[in-house]
Every structure is written in C-alpha cells, then in structure tokens.
C-alpha cells in the first residue's frame, strides 16, 4: 500500500481567479525518496501542506478530494524556518518537540545536544532564536525535524540558506536517517541528492504533474523537458548567462571605515577599511553565522555598530540619511512588504519619480520583467516563496537605487527566473549601479561578480576574480 495516495485533488484558494489543482493525482510508496521538481508558483508547497495535512488542517483552505490517504506520523521542514517556530529560544523550541514525546525532562538535553551536533548547529541553548542566521535558523527547523522521529519527512528547500559545507553535511544527516522513512522534497539545489533520490517527478506552471522518472531517466531522456520548464537539474548551469566583464566607474559611492559588530558581546566582524565603486558586482561570502547579513544592516545603520559609513563622502549617521539611494532587499523578502497587493509594492516607489499615467506603465513593466503579472492582484504574502523573492528585489527598482543590497536574491528561485535575475543584475551594473550580494551559490561566485568578499575568522578578506 503507498505511504501517501491522493486521487483527484481539486484545491483553489480563495483569492485566486481558478483553481490551483485539478483532479491531481500522485502517489508516494512507503520508503521512497522523492525529489518534487517545477517553476516557482507551480504548487510544489502547496502540494506538500495536503501531503502532510497541513491543508486544511491548519491551513483553511477549500478542497475536494477522492481519495486522501496521506501519513500521521510525519515531520515537515519549510521553505521559511521561521513560520515553524513556535518558543523564543533554541532549547525551549526542541523541549517543546520532545515534551510531545513525552520524553522525561532530564533526559531532554542530551537528546538536544545530540541532535544539534548532527545538524551542525553549535550554539548556545538558552540563545534566543532571533538571534541565529537565516542559514542557523534552517539548521534548527532540521533539528527539530531529527527530533519528533517522524516515519515520514516533508523538507520544502530545506538547504536554501545554507553554505556549501553546510548543505553537503546535511544531506549526509538527512540520507543517515532516512533508510526505513518516507521522503518527499522540494528543492532547487539538487546536486547534493539528485542521484540519491528514487524518482523525480516534474509539474508545470499550472500545477499538473507532467512526467516522473528515474534521476538519471530524466537526465539522459528528458533534460529538455527540465529546461523547458525553467528548473534546476545537475546540468543547468551548462545554460548560464555569459556576460563580458563591467568596469566600475571609479567613483567611491560606499566606504567603511573600523566597522565593528557584535553579537552577545562578542565580535563577530572587523573591517577596517573598504571602499565601493559605481557599477562594481560584489558578492559577500561566508559560512553560515558569520555575520554577512549582520555586515548589510550595518551598512543601513538598522543594527548598533562602531566605526563609519560613508556615502559620497558624506558621514551616515542614520537611515534616512540615504534611504532610496542605497537600497537593502533582506533575506526574509516578507519583513519589507508593506501594501496589501503586489502591484502596489513596486508602484509605491515609482509613484515619486513619474506622473501617474508613466508610473503605473513603469510599474506594469517590471511586473513583466519579474514574471509577477498574473498575481498583480494579490497581497504579497499570499504568494509563493519564490514569487516573494522575485517581488522583494522588484520593489528596489522601481526606487532607482544607486546601491543594490541583496542578501541571497535568488533563494527560492528556479532556473528560469534566477537566470533573468543574473541578467537584470548585469544591465544594472552596466548602467551604474553597485550590486552588493550575499550568496551561497558557488556557481554565480565564480562566473559573475568582479569582487569577491569573504568574511572569515571575523575579519573580511578580499578574493578578486579572474578578469579584475
């Protein structure tokens, strides 16, 4: 008997003009790993939330169903770690898991410390969640996961903010206890498990499940199908973007001078002196946890810091101070959503620089530019996670921003859209504006930036690319 059978699964949300599924069927067999393949928007997470019960459990929405046979004893790990944490700080969050178990209290923090070492997540307990990186944060989901002991795990881009090191041991993790479970995932970073999975099934733009295969069926018989379809597979970068180098302007928009952060009264970057130029791509790299995202907000003046920030030579004391200019799109794309429709987020920004007739046909623009028209209409949290992260980097534009800070711009994207977005970040550069990125993604470090940043032992050194 499968693990999981849905037959003829219609599901439409309320707000949408048509449904999402239609008489969709799929079935998962009891210990199969399954790698869940499509665009963004194609109801990959959606499909997971009826998988795991969430829908319409505790997510309400309408649905019609012939057979719906899915898994009690699940886990699920989402696409963003923090809609699943429910405690303020790291041990209360996993108590809370094993209180479930009913597991005795003095037994608790081995358990935790057990689990936590699997993961890779070396912090204090009493740290309040809040406080750990995107990446520490998806850490922690995992853990959580590891901890309930489900027969079946739903893990929805479980990796995404993850650096190299860290995705690859967490996929070992993940593959050393996976043996007798259910798996079922979606993600974009596929290299690590694309041969380690049994099947693959892809879905299309509107949501139907259009061919399933082996991985290396897939690969050998149907990579044009994938590419089609704008998804990753382990050949995808074989169709990346070229560009010819940029050379900067050699105007100084950015300078930072003794810039000291810390976190729980330690440091954890030290820069001494750096400066930006016009139209320079920039990527800031590093390991989970070493204060990348940190370094941005301190660029913004949104967190305490010593030391200066300059901009066109002029001393920033606070936000406002260049606000616009210098433009940050943050890591979590829904912290900086504040309209009730995705139209209205990027024609909010243009609204300053053009007459209305010439805003709304700018704003129409970049809507096409992102692929967002068709959810134009929709408030941006009800969008997928890629769609947000599309929308959260088309708000900047329409503010014409000088400086573009971007902390991992293409998380969540597929391959069709995080390559448009490589070629918008190119044209930009071209024109003169700075990109400043943080990414994980060792393909667009070695093919796009013209410096590369890493921060390593609190201090930030410099690794140019080949053609600078």
Do not use: C
Not at 45 to 73: A, D, F, W, Y
Not at 288 to 295: A, L, P
Not at 341 to 368: C, G, S, W
């Amino acid at each position: 008997m499968s693990e999981i059978d849905i037959q003829k699964l219609n599901l439409k949300f309320p707000e949408a003009p048509s449904k999402l599924f239609t008489d969709l069927n799929i079935s998962i067999e009891s210990g199969e790993k399954v790698l869940l393949l499509g665009p963004s928007g194609s109801g990959k997470s959606t499909l997971l939330n009826v998988m795991g019960g969430l829908i319409p459990k505790v997510i309400q929405t309408p649905m019609k169903v012939r057979t719906l046979n899915i898994p009690e004893n699940n886990a699920y790990v989402f696409q963003d770690p923090d809609s699943q944490f429910t405690m303020p700080t790291v041990a209360e969050e996993l108590a809370f898991i094993l209180e479930n178990r009913s597991i005795p209290k003095e037994n608790m923090e081995p358990m935790m410390m057990e689990a936590l070492g699997q993961t890779g997540l070396d912090v204090p307990l009493d740290l309040n969640i809040n406080n750990l990186s995107g990446g520490m944060k998806q850490k922690l989901a995992i853990t959580s996961a590891l901890l309930q002991k489900p027969d079946t795990l739903f893990l929805d881009e479980p990796t995404s903010m993850l650096d190299d090191e860290s995705a690859a041991s967490l996929w070992d993790v993940i593959e050393g206890i996976w043996s007798d479970r259910t798996v079922v995932i979606v993600e974009h970073r596929v290299d690590y498990i694309w041969d380690k999975v049994d099947r693959v099934i892809l879905m299309n733009d509107n949501a139907q499940i259009i061919h399933e295969g082996t991985p290396e069926d897939m690969l050998k018989h149907h990579k044009q199908l994938l590419n089609e379809y704008g998804v990753w597979h382990p050949d995808s970068w074989q169709k990346a973007p070229e560009f010819d180098p940029v050379q900067p302007d050699n105007e100084v928009l950015l300078e930072l001078k003794n810039l000291r952060i810390e976190r729980r009264g330690m440091d954890i970057l030290n820069i001494d002196h750096l400066s930006i130029k016009k139209g320079e791509w920039i990527t800031i790299e590093g390991k989970n946890g070493t204060g990348k995202s940190s370094m941005l907000s301190a660029i913004m003046k949104l967190i305490p810091s010593d030391g200066d920030v300059y901009y066109k030579n002029k001393r920033i004391k606070k936000t406002k101070q260049f606000a616009g200019e210098v433009y940050p799109v943050f890591q979590n794309p829904e912290l900086q959503f504040i309209t009730h429709k995705v139209f209205d987020e990027i024609y909010i920004n243009m609204e300053p620089h053009f007459e209305y007739t010439e805003a709304v046909r700018q704003t129409e623009v970049i809507l096409n530019q992102m692929g967002l028209n068709d959810m134009a209409h929709l408030h941006p949290l009800e969008i997928s996670t890629g769609q947000k992260r599309r929308l959260s980097v088309a708000t900047a534009l329409g503010g014409v921003p000088k400086v573009l800070l971007l902390d991992e711009p293409t998380f969540g994207l597929d391959q069709k859209h995080a390559f448009r977005m490589l070629r918008m970040f190119h044209e930009m550069t071209a024109a003169g504006t700075t990109i400043i990125m943080i990414t994980h993604d060792e393909n667009i470090k070695i093919r796009y930036p013209g410096r590369r940043l890493i921060i390593e032992d609190q201090m930030l050194e410099e690794k140019r690319t080949d053609y600078v």
